[in-house]
């Protein structure tokens, strides 16, 4: 289904290639009216499943009246009010507010001209009626005490329990009516509101209206309210009355019972759509039609008819309604006409001013103040880092120990060490198999003797023993014989002295592990041997020689290698989890709805969560680098100062990529599914657990882009190698790192922005 055609002016005012310049007088007139929306088209879905909302509706708002909005349910009332107030997006058409368009600087929204409640509760649990009224307070700009008064009187005027319960344990009537407080408490000039009456009481529920009707009096408030309870309308200056995303008349709320020869507005609106059931497209052909069936009934009818066939002619129903003025009571106030668009002055300093320093100040009390009232995510944010710093630094990296192997001893059957009275230090040339088994043994592994080859093999077979060491039967006499043969021992010396060892290499960290260790054993051994006989230790050894390392441990482990990557991907995933949860809740509960069309930027929303978040994540790297490097000894040879920028770097990184989810996503389980799925392509590809030196050609190019790559490679560089900021490998992390923060913070904000329905 499409959009009806009918001749639409885009906002640069050109139609298929044709410009259309509105007459002065129309633009004048829209801007006269708190709210003109002309032609507007409302879809959801894709091109070829489109759902129309808003076909081609126009609505008018006078200044200074209470509108009352009725419809159907799922009707469109709810698109067209976000709509309204720039939360969302027309596909074509034009809307007016408080004269000028939505997200202008002319027009009244965002901003604190606007009072919106939404259909949502859109507020914050855990904080109480009085601590939510002073949020919103300085978010419109009022002072502490401002606040204070008209909370009083607010208090009492919807009748609300006592200030200091918080909001999540009050019933669903009164969680509404501290959000109808939250709007009005602020005063201001166009108040829109989402069936604010639902589960209130008929008698709280006239009070309110009592009150709507007092605010609207002296003209200088305008209300647009949407109601299931038609009845309720009956005080509203105007109705509008939407279906199937039309307005079918907007009209006072005699003039409708009058016009439509109904006895109650249900009535009216039936006729209504029974009209406009059998396919009569244009509002004006649906009411004369009316106005036809009637007229003989209802004299006064004529003149309607010739009204409708004056808009027809027009097309701008809104624009005659006011011309027409009929619908409006005057009251003999005179309206102050509002600033044309183009004629708000804006100066470099508006452009220079990104924050407004009351908005920041409530955006700040109220994080810190959610975090407070939050103890499991307090508790989260505390533990978590110190306990996956101690999971990662206990299990992961460390030689594994007690590997069992199956000796075979021909040289001394069953023996598998030496007997407690051997010294080591004599030079023996006989039982050198109990030596070296000896020196095996030290590596803590455990060794089972097995009396032949057969045996020890099935042993391993059967996943009893990782490998077999089969030693020859005169190992000693043979091997002493290859030493002083040197170039002239024959094969059988050679083959003699030999210990066959045949290992289970199915898992590569334990195979490297023992062939290491088989290769240290023999170093030590031969070092034993050469020193208690009195030769060159070189005789004994290798021609290649490893001295002591240029960087890092004789021994290196893979802690070691591990670490800096862990340290930076904990910090970076819990600041993502926070900032996205946090993200969420507020997206998700329409609360960062209702701050943005009360003129908070989507910038402040994100820099204040970066202000009050980043105090947590210094937190959490502090334990990060503590846990890891005080209690479980993770090598360190760089500045620790360094290091911990880079961490705190790489925390701030995970939090804009927190924000830029939870602005993507609309909901915490595609949220969570973003997250947790980038946690692992970032583990694999960023070098955490594998040198990217051994990648794939091409995932290593990738690799470099991706935030984690260089900073854990600058940040092992540092801890590692000790090098400072001076070197290419340390600063690229920084560079990189940053580079990030600035990508992530601006897709956030251009979402957050842009983003709309
Ligand atoms: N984001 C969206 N994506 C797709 N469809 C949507 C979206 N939001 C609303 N709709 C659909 O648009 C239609 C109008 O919804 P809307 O909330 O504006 O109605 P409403 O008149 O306010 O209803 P109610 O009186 O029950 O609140 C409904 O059919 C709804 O399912």
Redesign the pocket.
């Known amino acids: 289904m499409k959009c009806s055609k009918v001749l639409t002016k885009n906002m640069s005012g050109t139609t298929g290639g044709r410009r259309l310049m509105p007459q002065q007088s129309t633009v004048w007139a829209r801007r006269q009216n708190a709210v003109a929306v002309r032609r507007a088209c409302k879809t959801?879905?894709s091109k070829s499943n489109k759902?129309v909302?808003l076909d081609s509706l126009n609505m008018t708002v006078p200044k200074g009246c209470i509108y009352g909005l009725l419809?159907?349910?799922?009707?469109?009332?709810?698109?067209?009010?976000?709509c309204i107030v720039g939360r969302r997006r027309l596909n074509s058409g034009e809307i007016w507010v408080l004269g000028g368009q939505p997200g202008s600087r002319g027009s009244g929204v965002p901003g604190p001209r606007v009072g919106y409640m939404p259909?949502e509760i859109a507020l914050y649990g855990e904080f109480t009626i009085r601590e939510t009224l002073k949020y919103f307070g300085w978010v419109a700009g009022m002072n502490t005490e401002e606040i204070k008064t008209k909370m009083d009187f607010l208090l009492d005027l919807l009748q609300l329990p006592f200030p200091d319960r918080a909001v999540k344990n009050l019933s669903g009537g009164q969680q509404r009516r501290v959000s109808m407080a939250a709007t009005f408490l602020h005063d201001p000039e166009l108040l829109i509101l989402?069936?604010p009456t639902v589960g209130v009481d008929p008698v709280l529920r006239q009070k309110i209206w009592d009150y709507l009707v007092d605010l609207v009096s002296n003209k200088t408030t305008t209300i647009i309210i949407?109601t299931?309870y038609i009845d309720e309308t009956k005080q509203a200056t105007t109705i509008g009355l939407?279906r199937g995303g039309k307005m079918l008349a907007e009209e006072s709320p005699t003039e409708l019972l009058q016009r439509y020869n109904s006895e109650s507005l249900e009535d009216a609106f039936l006729k209504l759509s029974i009209l406009q059931n059998r396919g009569k497209r244009r509002r004006s052909s649906i009411t004369s039609n009316i106005i036809a069936a009637n007229a003989a009934a209802i004299p006064e009818l004529q003149d309607v008819q010739e009204f409708e066939t004056q808009s027809e002619i027009s097309g701008e129903f809104g624009d005659n309604m006011v011309a027409n003025k009929s619908a409006i009571p005057d009251t003999g106030t005179v309206v102050d006409p509002v600033p044309p668009e183009d004629e708000v002055e804006v100066t470099w300093r508006d452009h220079l001013k990104i924050v407004t320093p009351h908005h920041m100040k409530a955006l700040i009390w109220k994080n810190l103040l959610w975090m407070s009232r939050n103890f499991g995510v307090m508790m989260f944010t505390v533990a978590m880092p110190i306990l996956q710093t101690t999971f990662f630094c206990l299990s992961i990296g460390h030689d594994p120990v007690g590997l069992k192997l199956a000796v075979v001893n021909n040289e001394l059957p069953g023996v598998i060490s030496c007997p407690n009275n051997y010294n080591s230090s004599d030079c023996y040339m006989s039982d050198l198999s109990c030596r070296y088994l000896d020196h095996l043994s030290a590596r803590k592994h455990q060794l089972v003797s097995y009396d032949n080859y057969d045996e020890a093999w099935y042993a391993v077979k059967k996943g009893w023993a990782w490998g077999v060491v089969d030693i020859p039967s005169n190992f000693s006499d043979f091997l002493i014989q290859r030493i002083e043969d040197g170039r002239f021992a024959d094969d059988i010396a050679l083959n003699g002295s030999d210990i066959d060892v045949q290992l289970d290499m199915s898992n590569q960290q334990i195979a490297a592990l023992l062939s290491r260790d088989f290769y240290l054993a023999l170093e030590a051994f031969s070092a034993e041997m050469a020193e208690s006989c009195n030769v060159s230790a070189n005789l004994l050894s290798l021609p290649v020689k490893f001295q002591d390392p240029i960087f890092g441990p004789r021994i290196p482990n893979f802690t070691n290698f591990a670490a800096p990557g862990v340290m930076l991907t904990i910090v970076f995933f819990l600041s993502v989890a926070l900032t996205s949860g946090t993200m969420l809740v507020e997206r998700n509960e329409g609360i960062l709805e209702r701050c943005l069309v009360s003129g908070i930027t989507a910038f402040e929303v994100l820099s204040s969560h970066v202000m009050t978040q980043f105090v947590v994540m210094v937190g959490q790297s502090l334990m990060v680098i503590f846990f890891a490097v005080y209690v479980y000894d993770v090598a360190v040879t760089g500045n620790l100062v360094t290091a911990l920028v880079l961490i705190i770097l790489s925390g701030t990184c995970g939090m804009t990529f927190g924000f830029a989810v939870s602005c993507f996503c609309d909901d915490e389980r595609n949220a969570t599914y973003l997250a947790l799925g980038s946690f692992l392509p970032f583990v694999m590809l960023c070098g955490i657990i594998w040198p990217v030196e051994g990648m794939n050609k091409f995932l290593r190019s990738v690799s470099y882009f991706l935030p984690l790559t260089l900073s854990t490679e600058s940040l092992r560089s540092v801890l590692g190698r000790g090098w400072g900021l001076d070197s290419h490998q340390v600063y690229a992390g920084f560079i990189s790192t940053l580079a990030w923060i600035l990508i992530y913070l601006l897709a956030s904000v251009l979402i957050l922005k842009y983003k709309k329905?």
């Open positions: 959801y879905g759902h909302i419809g159907a349910s799922g009707c469109g009332k709810t698109t067209l009010l976000s259909q989402d069936e949407t299931h939407m329905g």
